[in-house]
């Protein structure tokens, strides 16, 4: 069943067993779990299912530190979240990411690749993914064009992504929710605060409003956050009448260890000859998986760097490709997406005809690595408020010198084994020539994910979430998505998000059942 | 012995070595002529660029700048020692292929202007750029 929140009487009373809060890909994974049950969810949405320029400007709010996009169109603020802008790139998460590595600070899951396996097989269906499937031979033996660089597998291997069509959330699931008898959604009910009890044990009640001017209370057994990492981070800070440091945030964790991936192109690979390079290159809309290529657990351990993939487009191309950061610049997500699809566009123009030069044989390594946890990285509220009343964020995004020597070292092992195996030489951009320079370029850039701000740990002291996403200290307060992540690994976030998220329901229903 | 006997017993000598000697920078140039270019690089970039390599690799190791440095350093065996003098291109080419190979599982690597590369073949690049200057 779907309401307008702005059609309500103001100060309507909404109750039900579980209340989720963000119909993005965290909040309805969720929901989906639940149709049909026999408990009443209630699924709060901050805009329509439609952009409005009102709600999204409630995303607005400053950045500090390294470079980044602008808050406001980091995001969509409607039925469907950014999945309605995602571009549906999916890989799983390694064994070692989940491991505490001693030399990445703040490293270590308290659950582990094995814990997730079941539900990324099944947030696989939800992104409309083909098989679970990500060995290299299980694809070879479907299409034997897919034929790998022959590279030392011990030093660096081949790690499959798949591609979503990408699924959108919004027109995806939108019948099947408002159809769901168990089901409501209500949509322009915006969380603005969290109310709990007076010792903050548990949350009693929150509050939604809207640019109606109507305000509304909604009552329920547990309360899921799954608005992003930036908003997560951000209601919990500004929840802060019975907790004046902000909810879960006893620690002064909330907010902290924002993470990205830094995407930044790293080098070239020159091979001289042809090679069927079909497993490593993607056609958008088209191409099922791919193949980029990964450096191996015992690498990454013998050189102290971070885990991180290596995509693989032609040079020719990638060369009239502007940085994503520079064309990622206005404050409308609605143009930006133009701009985005218009340069790849462009570049693809460009291109000098296939087999003119040696260039035809040369590809661009665009390095994808996760940032080091770090506190100083993070979210803060601002004194500004938006139009609901809410303090506005401002994210200082602060990289560590460990991100570039992993990029560098990545390309390394990647020339040396290109050189050893004798098919291809590396050559790596300017930036990365010093290995004492920590400086980053002004094309450096993310890839739009958002993570580590409510950071999973098993210790109250170090974490803001339980293993089970529960926030500590608070029996009933539960946080989906990427601000959950302790480390950000090398694949983008939203299949792991969606794993994780889909575990969470599964722990409320033994709970519920338990009850 | 006379005085005119022993100048011409001396010049006769002096031409005897002559010609070995002669023969011998020949056959030098020869040697140095097949150590250069570094045949992956050349197959993938241009003369100018493998300059740069050479460039580049002369001065962070300036003492290597010399010619016959250099020769001696691509020809001596894996354990760097004894210079081997391959008699024909073919032979050059397939000792330096063994030895690039040899550098990039032993990790004997250097980053030039950026290239990931064997020692051997920065010093072939170096070579190419003294020869070629
Ligand atoms: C251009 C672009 C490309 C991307 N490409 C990829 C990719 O290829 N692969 C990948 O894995 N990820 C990608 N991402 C990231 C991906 O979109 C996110 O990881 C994913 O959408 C996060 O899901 P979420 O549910 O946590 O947040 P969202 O999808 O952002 O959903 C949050 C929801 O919460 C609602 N909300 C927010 N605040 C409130 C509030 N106070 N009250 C009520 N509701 C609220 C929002 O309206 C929204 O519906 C990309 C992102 C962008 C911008």
């Known amino acids: 069943m779907h309401i307008d929140a702005r059609e309500l009487r103001s100060g309507s009373v909404i109750e039900g067993d579980i209340c989720i809060v963000g119909a993005g890909a965290a909040g309805l994974s969720i929901a989906l779990e639940w149709i049909n049950s026999p408990h009443k969810i209630i699924l709060l949405e901050g805009g329509g299912f439609e952009y409005d320029e009102k709600v999204q400007d409630l995303y607005d709010g400053k950045t500090t530190g390294q470079h980044y996009f602008p808050l406001r169109s980091a995001r969509l603020h409607y039925f469907g979240g950014t999945t309605g802008h995602w571009a549906g790139y999916c890989s799983t998460m390694d064994e070692i990411d989940f491991q505490k590595r001693d030399w990445v600070p703040y490293s270590g899951w308290p659950i582990t690749r094995k814990d997730l396996d079941p539900f990324y097989a099944r947030a696989q269906e939800n992104v409309e ?46 019948k099947r929710i408002e159809d769901a008898k168990n089901i409501q959604l209500y949509t322009y009910a915006n969380l603005t605060d969290i109310i709990s009890n007076e010792n903050v044990s548990a949350v009693k009640q929150v509050t939604v409003k809207n640019h109606a ?88 351990r013998e050189f102290k760097i971070l885990n991180g993939t290596v995509s693989l487009s032609p040079l020719a191309t990638a060369r009239n490709t502007r940085p994503i950061i520079d064309v990622w610049t206005g404050k409308d997500p609605r143009k930006d997406i133009v701009d985005l699809y218009q340069n790849f566009r462009k570049s693809d123009h460009a291109k000098p005809p ?162 | 012995m006379h005085r005119k006997s022993f100048i011409n017993i001396s010049f006769m000598g002096l031409a005897a070595m002559a010609i070995p000697l002669l023969d011998c920078a020949g056959r030098n140039r020869e040697i140095k002529k097949s150590l250069v270019p570094p045949a992956f690089l050349s197959r993938i970039c241009d003369a100018k660029t493998i300059r740069g390599i050479g460039v580049a690799y002369t001065s962070r190791f300036p003492v290597q700048a010399r010619e016959d440095l250099l020769m001696d350093l691509l020809l001596a065996d894996e354990a760097g020692q004894e210079p081997a003098r391959p008699s024909g291109e073919t032979v050059t080419a397939s000792f330096l292929e063994k030895k690039i190979q040899n550098d990039f599982t032993t990790g004997n690597t250097v980053v030039m202007n950026g290239w990931i590369l064997s020692v051997t073949e920065a010093q072939q690049a170096a070579l190419f750029s003294i020869m070629t200057s």
Request: aromatic share 10%; hydrophobic share 40%; net charge positive.
């Open chain 1, 354 to 515: 296939a087999g003119a030069s040696p260039i035809d044989k040369a590809f661009q390594l665009f390095t994808r690595v996760e940032q080091a946890p770090n506190p100083s990285s993070r979210i803060t509220l601002d004194t500004e408020k938006d139009s609901l009343g809410m303090p506005r964020s401002i994210l200082n995004w602060i990289l560590t010198p460990l991100e570039k020597k992993s990029i560098r070292k990545i390309d390394e092992l990647i020339g040396q084994q290109a050189g050893l195996a004798g098919v291809a030489r590396v050559k790596l951009l300017e930036y990365l020539w010093d290995e004492n320079d920590y400086t980053w370029p002004s094309f450096t850039g993310g890839g739009w994910h958002h993570m580590g701000t409510t950071r999973m740990s098993e210790d109250s002291k170090a974490g803001v979430v339980d293993a089970d996403c529960r926030v500590h200290g608070i029996a009933n307060l539960y946080v989906a998505g990427s601000s959950c992540f302790v480390t950000a690994a090398a694949p983008n976030p939203t299949l792991t998000l969606i794993a994780l998220s889909i575990r969470l329901s599964d722990h409320l229903k033994g709970k519920l059942k338990r009850h």
């Open chain 1, 129 to 174: 993914l083909g098989p679970y499937e990500y060995n290299l031979d299980y694809w070879q033996k479907k299409d034997p064009d897919l034929i790998p660089l022959p590279l030392d597998k011990n030093v660096v291997w081949n790690k499959i992504w798949q591609f979503s069509p990408p699924t959108r959330f919004g027109p995806k699931y939108r």
């Open chain 1, 213 to 300: 001017g109507k305000e509304h209370t909604v009552h329920a057994k547990y309360f899921i956050l799954a608005c992003g990492a930036i908003q997560n981070a951000r209601i919990l800070l500004a929840s802060n009448k019975q907790a004046p440091q902000g909810l879960g945030n006893d620690q002064g964790l909330v907010g902290r260890f924002f993470m990205e991936h830094l995407e930044i192109k790293s080098g070239e690979l020159w091979l001289d000859r042809p090679n069927s390079m079909k497993l490593y290159m993607m056609d958008f809309g088209r191409t099922k998986m791919r193949s980029e290529l990964a450096i191996s657990a015992e690498k990454q």
